[in-house]
C-alpha cells in the first residue's frame, strides 16, 4: 500500500488549488463527479467546497440522510442506483464530504462500484481527519456490529480543511479529541503531553492545524509499516475492543454514544486491564482516567446489570481482530506504549465496566 500521508492535501486555498490541479491532470469530466454528501454536510459544509471551487456547481450531488444507523449495505444499494441512473462509469471520481460515516461508505461503495473507481475524501469531522479517513479501511456496519463489510481502498486524495470544524457541535470536537489522545497513548508520550495542556476553547486555528498534522503523522507512521493490520496496526484498536461494543449496544438500549466518547469509555476500561495484566502502572491509569473523564466522558448508565454485561460481552466476541475464538485485545504497557493480541478473562472484562459509573 502506498504511504498514505503523499496523497494528504492539507489546509485551505492552496489543498483546493492543488485538486483542482489534479482534476485537470486527470482529465475528469465535471459531469462524471459524484459529491456524496448527508443531510448536515449538504447544509454547512458544501458550500465551503463550492466556495473553493465553483466549477463543481456542476457535478453530482448524491445526498444521504445523516447519522450511524444508515452506514450499512442498503444505503449503499442506494446509492449504487443512484450512481447507475447518473450514468458513472469506470472514470468516474467520487468526492465524500462528511464526517466518519460518509467517508467509510464512501470509500466502500467507489471500492467495489465497477470493481473499482477513484475517489477522494474530505473529511468534515475532527474524527474523521485524524482517524476515520486515514489508512486506507473501508466498510459498514452489519446490524449493529460496526464496520462488519468493508475493504481496504485508498483515496487518490486526502483534503484536510479545519475551517469544517466551524460547522460542528462540541461533542463532535470532543468525539475527535478521543482519538487523537488514543495515538498519544499507543504510540507518542510527548503527543499524549502536548493534548493535556490544551482546553478546546483554547486551541486557535494554528494549534488545531499542529495538532491534527500531528496526530495524522503517528497513524501514518503505523499503517505505513502494516498496512493491512496482520500485526502493529492492531494497536490502533487500542479502547476499541470495549467501546465499539458499547456503541453497538447503546444504539438498541439507550441514547446513541458518538463514536470517539464510546471510545474514550474503551479506553478507561481498557487502562484499567492493562494496569491489571499487562504493566501499566497505576499512576499512569489514573492519569489516563482523570485526563479522558475530563474531556471526553459522557454519561452512561450508573450500574450494569448482569444482562447489559452479558449482551456487551456478546458484541465483543463478534470482534473482528478475534482468533480461534478468543476476544483480544490492545492493553498499553505504559503511556506511548502499546502491545497486541493480549487476551483477557472475562472476569476482567466484566470487573473494567465498573471503572466507568456516573460522576455527578
Not at 483546493?16 to 459544509?45: A, P, Q
Request: net charge positive; with cysteine; proline share 2%.
Amino acid at each position: 500500500m502506498e504511504d498514505h500521508l503523499r496523497k494528504i492535501l492539507f489546509f485551505n486555498k492552496e489543498a483546493y488549488k492543488k485538486l483542482e490541479i489534479y482534476l485537470f491532470e486527470k482529465k475528469i469530466d465535471i459531469n462524471n463527479i459524484f459529491i456524496l454528501v448527508d443531510d448536515c454536510t449538504n447544509k454547512y459544509c458544501l458550500p465551503i467546497l463550492l466556495y473553493h471551487l465553483n466549477f463543481l456547481e456542476k457535478s453530482n450531488i448524491i445526498k444521504i440522510q445523516s447519522g450511524e444507523k444508515e452506514k450499512n449495505i442498503y444505503t449503499c444499494i442506494q446509492i449504487w442506483k443512484n450512481l447507475e441512473i447518473l450514468k458513472a462509469n469506470r472514470k468516474s471520481l467520487i468526492i465524500n464530504l462528511g464526517g466518519g460515516v460518509i467517508t467509510d461508505i464512501g470509500g466502500f461503495i467507489s471500492s467495489v462500484f465497477k470493481r473499482g473507481v477513484r475517489f477522494i475524501n474530505i473529511p468534515t469531522t475532527l474524527l474523521g481527519m485524524v482517524d476515520a479517513s486515514i489508512g486506507g479501511k473501508t466498510g459498514v456496519n452489519l446490524e449493529s456490529i460496526k464496520n462488519e463489510i468493508g475493504s481496504f481502498y485508498c483515496p487518490d486524495l486526502l483534503i484536510i480543511d479545519p475551517n469544517y470544524l466551524k460547522t460542528l457541535p462540541e461533542k463532535e470536537i470532543l468525539s475527535g479529541m478521543a482519538e487523537m489522545f488514543k495515538h498519544g497513548l499507543i504510540a507518542d508520550k510527548n503527543f499524549w503531553k502536548d493534548m493535556k495542556k490544551y482546553k478546546m476553547d483554547d486551541i486557535n486555528k494554528n494549534q488545531w492545524n499542529n495538532l491534527i498534522y500531528q496526530s495524522i503523522l503517528i497513524k501514518n507512521k503505523i499503517v505505513k509499516k502494516d498496512p493491512k493490520e496482520k500485526g502493529l496496526r492492531k494497536i490502533l484498536n487500542f479502547g476499541h475492543t470495549i467501546g465499539h461494543a458499547l456503541e453497538s449496544y447503546f444504539m438498541n438500549h439507550y441514547e446513541k454514544l458518538l463514536h470517539g466518547l464510546a471510545v474514550s469509555i474503551g479506553m478507561i476500561c481498557e487502562s484499567w486491564i492493562s494496569y491489571k495484566i499487562n504493566g501499566l502502572s497505576i499512576d499512569d491509569y489514573e492519569e489516563i482516567k482523570s485526563i479522558l473523564f475530563e474531556y471526553c466522558y459522557t454519561k452512561i448508565p450508573k450500574t450494569f446489570k448482569e444482562i447489559d454485561i452479558n449482551q456487551i460481552f456478546l458484541i465483543m466476541e463478534h470482534d473482528k481482530k478475534n482468533e480461534k475464538n478468543k476476544i483480544q485485545f490492545s492493553l498499553l504497557e505504559k503511556i506511548g506504549i502499546c502491545s497486541y493480541n493480549c487476551q483477557v478473562p472475562y472476569s476482567l472484562i466484566k470487573e473494567s465496566l465498573f471503572q466507568i459509573q456516573i460522576r455527578e
